[in-house]
């Protein structure tokens, strides 16, 4: 079991060794890594410092996810949204 207290968004780019990843439930987490699972374990400890940084400042703290899930994903192109978006000149 992957014990995560939010839900993981890892994607892989077009360099097989290297992975970003980020929490749609923690706005700002964000990382990056070498693996899928150097993606899963970095995540563990990162989300804790971050939300002991949050409280350390005085901000907001989002709520546990009850049921977080881990997606694994190819990088979303900016310039392909772009294109689909009719923004791209």
Request: glycine share 8%; with cysteine; charged share 30%.
């Given at each position: 079991?992957?014990?995560?207290?939010?839900?993981?968004?890892?994607?892989?780019?077009?360099?097989?060794?290297?992975?970003?990843?980020y929490s749609p439930?923690?706005?700002?987490?964000?990382?990056?890594?070498?693996?899928?699972?150097?993606?899963?374990?970095?995540?563990?400890?990162?989300?804790?410092?971050?939300?002991?940084?949050?409280?350390?400042?005085?901000?907001?703290?989002?709520?546990?996810?009850?049921?977080?899930t881990v997606v694994?994903?190819?990088?979303?192109?900016?310039?392909?949204?772009?294109?689909?978006?009719?923004?791209?000149?």
């Open positions: 079991m992957i014990d995560l207290r939010y839900s993981l968004v890892i994607e892989a780019t077009e360099d097989p060794n290297f992975y970003g990843f439930d923690l706005e700002g987490f964000t990382g990056v890594g070498h693996s899928i699972e150097d993606c899963l374990y970095k995540p563990k400890w990162g989300m804790e410092e971050y939300v002991a940084l949050l409280k350390e400042k005085d901000l907001s703290v989002p709520k546990a996810n009850p049921s977080p694994i994903q190819n990088e979303k192109s900016l310039e392909k949204d772009r294109v689909h978006a009719g923004t791209l000149t």
